[in-house]
Nanobody, 123 residues
Framework: QVQLVESGGGLVQAGGSLRLSCAAS????????MAWFRQTPGKERDFVAV????????LYADSVKGRFTISRDNVKNTVYLQMNSLKPEDTAVYYC????????????????WGQGTQVTVSS
């Protein structure tokens, strides 16, 4: 059974940094596109970043470009989201997701989702 388990969330002051991790089990990550989304109460889940595992190519939402970096570790089968220069508007539950196809990478039609990890940025 495929599992995506996020960790690394927490409380940080504005301007600070956090690194989120997403450990993937029971899937061959090299065949997948791995992404991060985020969601605040009452709002839709928004795309943050995606990485093509095989090539390492990346795509970011404009709101995080230049501040966040998505990467992967082939040995640990883990995807990371390094978040720098955090702002209060980055506060959200962050979700890891995986899909097999390369279409609509910024949409919500991913095959697998993690349970989410809370990130809170204080002003």
């Amino acid at each position: 059974q495929v599992q995506l388990v996020e960790s690394g969330g927490g409380l940080v002051q504005a301007g600070g940094s956090l690194r989120l991790s997403c450990a993937a089990s029971a899937l061959t990550a090299s065949n997948y596109y791995m992404a991060w989304f985020r969601q605040t109460p009452g709002k839709e889940r928004d795309f943050v970043a995606v990485i093509t595992w095989s090539s390492g190519s990346t795509l970011y939402a404009d709101s995080v470009k230049g501040r966040f970096t998505i990467s992967r570790d082939n040995v640990k089968n883990t995807v990371y989201l390094q978040m720098n220069s955090l702002k209060p508007e980055d506060t959200a539950v962050y979700y890891c997701a995986a899909k097999r196809t390369g279409r609509r990478l910024t949409g919500l039609d991913y095959d697998y989702w993690g349970q989410g990890t809370q990130v809170t940025v204080s002003s």
